[in-house]
């Protein structure tokens, strides 16, 4: 704009001058002198206006060069966008279509996918299904799951919580378990060897927790096998019992002795006898006088005081 005024202001000063020049000379000459210049003012002004356009246009050829050059850096960011987001859906793509543990679809190498880190369900959170000895108890499946294989502790074979009868010695609570309810061999129902305190006819007990090599006799009415299963009376035909008569003590004991004995002589009525018990007549003189008896009947030498 402001060479534009110049140019103008310039073409002015020189129309004047020209005109007070042709002042001296003819009209016609200074007619003519007037129209050149004028044509000539008029052509430097349109030239100077192109030029002054043209800068204008240099200026504009520039914003536009500009211009031109955001557009490549907004190609490249819109190429960059893009590409970030044709990965993005890529990667979500890949995420919903499989590929990672947890994301509820059973890829390759996967035996499941719940989608879930419950452990206690059919699949853990390692996207394999749950088994017994994976550390995990299997709600409602397993009873224990300690992931290891040792028989002696808390936890056995099959996931099951270790227990007397189950044929594994429970370490520090069981003293034995041969997994079976026999309570005459080494080992009882309680895990245990036979004991005469037990509560159970176990061992070579006759009877509940007396008679046998290894506990006190048995009371009247117990069982018994032999006459010193009997801490009562005498075995008679399998049971603990008072005798009637001398001959029921030799018939049940061939090897008792002759003693002090106690008959029960009925209407419970009982008596203390001593018993002889001997097939040889005593010799005369002999002492104590009667040592035994030729026949083979014990006879009763006291009765009852």
Do not use: W
């Amino acid at each position: 704009m402001g060479m534009k005024a110049t140019l103008h202001s310039s073409a002015l000063t020189l129309a004047v001058t020209l005109t007070l020049a042709g002042c001296s000379g003819d009209d016609a000459a200074t007619t003519d002198a007037t129209a050149t210049t004028t044509a000539t003012t008029t052509a430097m002004t349109t030239a100077a206006t192109t030029t002054t356009d043209a800068s204008t246009t240099d200026d504009s050829t520039t914003d536009a060069a500009s211009t031109t050059d955001d557009p490549s850096a907004s190609t490249t960011d819109a190429t960059t966008t893009a590409g970030e987001s044709e990965s993005a859906t890529s990667s979500e793509t890949t995420g919903t279509t499989g590929g990672v543990c947890g994301d509820g679809v059973v890829d390759a190498g996967e035996a499941c996918d719940d989608g879930n880190d419950d452990n206690t369900d059919d699949c853990l959170d390692t996207c394999e299904a749950a088994a017994c000895g994976d550390s995990y108890v299997h709600a409602g499946v397993e009873e224990c799951d300690d992931g290891n294989d040792d028989d002696g502790d808390g936890c056995v074979t099959g996931c099951v919580a270790a227990t007397c009868g189950d044929g594994f010695v429970h370490a520090g609570v069981e003293g034995c378990d041969d997994g079976n309810d026999v309570e005459t061999d080494a080992c009882t129902s309680l895990c245990a060897a036979p004991a005469c305190d037990d509560g159970l006819l176990s061992g070579s007990e006759s009877d509940l927790d007396c008679g046998g090599p290894d506990c006190g006799g048995c009371g009247l009415g117990d069982a018994c096998v032999l006459a010193s299963d009997c801490g009562e009376g005498i075995c008679v035909e399998g049971t603990c019992a008072v005798p009637d008569t001398c001959k029921a003590i030799i018939d049940a004991d061939p090897q008792a002795t002759s003693g002090t004995y106690t008959i029960d002589a009925g209407t419970n009525t009982t008596y203390e006898v001593y018993c002889l018990f001997g097939r040889k007549r005593p010799q005369e003189g002999s002492s104590p006088p009667f040592d035994g008896f030729a026949n083979s009947l014990p006879r009763t030498f006291a009765k009852a005081a």
